[in-house]
């Protein structure tokens, strides 16, 4: 999926508890964001392998998320809202296609790392590759929640996301001839 998917899917997860407490929400869309990013950042490693936790990340989330419920502070639901987010990016990652730049032409069976159980989460392919028309469509139908209940730079970051999205959709086979080597 895009990263702009991810961001969106992390901030609907966190609209509704924004919405009742708006005193949280810049820190609930900071972290939401930052969080739906972080795992992509392996793109220079072995991506979808060192920062993707789709089964260990939930034994994070999951006090994390209990220590901003009871401890409502800014940092603790920005800290939570991240944690959540890069785990729901890795579950997420098993519902499209593996990590390679050309699924139309090569086709990996490899989605997510597993590293509880050591070994790779096949992919599913919902959406087929990110970039994909669907992906697209579900980037468009996340963003609209976050559109009504956040506003300000959050809101501004959506639309522009989902006009980056919708670019990128456009565009996405063309790109795999204008990659560089060292990321694929």
């Known amino acids: 999926m895009m990263a702009t998917t991810h961001v969106f899917a992390a901030l609907v997860v966190v609209a509704p508890v924004a919405y009742a407490h708006p005193e949280l929400g810049t820190a609930l869309a900071a972290g939401a964001i930052l969080g739906g990013l972080a795992p992509d950042l392996d793109l220079v490693l072995e991506h979808r392998r060192s920062f993707h936790f789709p089964i260990s990340g939930l034994a994070v989330a999951v006090p994390a998320v209990m220590i901003a419920a009871v401890s409502p502070s800014s940092l603790a639901v920005g800290v939570g809202a991240f944690v959540v987010a890069a785990w729901l990016h890795a579950v997420s990652d098993a519902i499209g296609g593996g990590p390679e730049m ?49 506003d300000g730079w959050t809101r501004t970051l959506v639309a522009a996301g989902i006009a980056v999205s919708l670019v990128y959709a456009l565009l996405r086979r063309r790109l795999v001839a204008w990659t560089p080597d060292w990321l694929e």
């Open 102 to 150: 050309d699924p139309w032409n090569d086709r990996s069976e490899r989605a997510v790392y597993d590293h509880v159980r050591d070994r790779w989460i096949r992919p599913r392919r919902w959406i087929r590759y990110d970039g994909a028309p669907e992906d697209a469509a579900v980037a468009v139908a996340l963003a609209i929640p976050t559109l009504i209940v956040f």
